[in-house]
T-cell receptor
Framework: EAGVTQFPSHSVIEKGQTVTLRCDPISGHDNLYWYRRVMGKEIKFLLH????????ESGMPNNRFLAERTGGTYSTLKVQPAELEDSGVYFCASSRTSGVLDTQYFGPGTRLTVL | GDSVTQMEGPVTLSEEAFLTINCTYTATGYPSLFWYVQYPGEGLQLLLK?????DKGSNKGFEATYRKETTSFHLEKGSVQVSDSAVYFCARARNQGGKLIFGQGTELSVKP
């Protein structure tokens, strides 16, 4: 079974540009999460999809961030326009259910650097 | 609100030394608790978990016990190896499921 994949692995952009990150969850996992780790701090939750619906987007920092999951398969996270403070590692995770006993499987992350 | 606090790193140990990484959490209800590990160049992997008080999670020689009375979930290993060098994250689930709440991560470096 393939794991969670993310693309690209690294992205370096200039302030004001747009970047789109992609996440492919494990097949059959309805739940998809985005997290972010900024500058060696804690990993923070951004949002949670159940299939194509946004279940919880309380962690999205502002309206420069737009997440989609059309068709309930892969997801994209777009940052437009990017700011310096958006630099960090963006993780995607998926799980079959959102229950407390279900394990979230993480991808390798996308390292975003905004110059 | 819900939070997780873990000891700051980096932690540097010699091979075969004993490891403890402290983790405490805020207690609203009885959340599931997790340790994730990120090896260099890789993604987060679940290391172990415990779902109720007094449960002990274990994997690859690592152990952690869910202590309700001290709201702690400390990670231990009796004899670390160079291959254990990684960043370790403590996390809790919310009572209603969904998102995980992470600590800030502890970088471990094991020297031969």
């Amino acid at each position: 079974e393939a794991g969670v994949t993310q693309f690209p692995s690294h992205s370096v952009i200039e302030k004001g540009q747009t970047v789109t990150l992609r996440c492919d969850p494990i097949s059959g996992h309805d739940n998809l999460y985005w997290y972010r780790r900024v500058m060696g701090k804690e990993i923070k939750f951004l949002l949670h999809f159940v299939k194509e619906s946004k279940q919880d987007e309380s962690g999205m920092p502002n309206n420069r961030f737009l997440a989609e999951r059309t068709g309930g398969t892969y997801s994209t996270l777009k940052v437009q326009p990017a700011e310096l403070e958006d630099s960090g590692v963006y993780f995607c995770a998926s799980s079959r259910t959102s229950g407390v006993l279900d394990t979230q499987y993480f991808g390798p992350g996308t390292r975003l650097t905004v110059l | 609100g819900d939070s997780v606090t873990q000891m700051e790193g980096p932690v540097t140990l010699s091979e075969e030394a004993f490891l403890t990484i402290n983790c405490t959490y805020t207690a609203t209800g009885y959340p599931s608790l997790f340790w994730y590990v990120q090896y260099p160049g890789e993604g987060l992997q679940l290391l172990l978990k415990a779902t109720k008080a007094d449960d002990k999670g274990s994997n690859k020689g690592f152990e952690a016990t869910y202590r309700k009375e001290t709201t702690s979930f400390h990670l231990e290993k009796g004899s670390v190896q160079v291959s254990d060098s990684a960043v370790y994250f403590c996390a809790r689930a919310r009572n209603q499921g969904g998102k995980l709440i992470f600590g800030q991560g502890t970088e471990l470096s094991v020297k031969p």
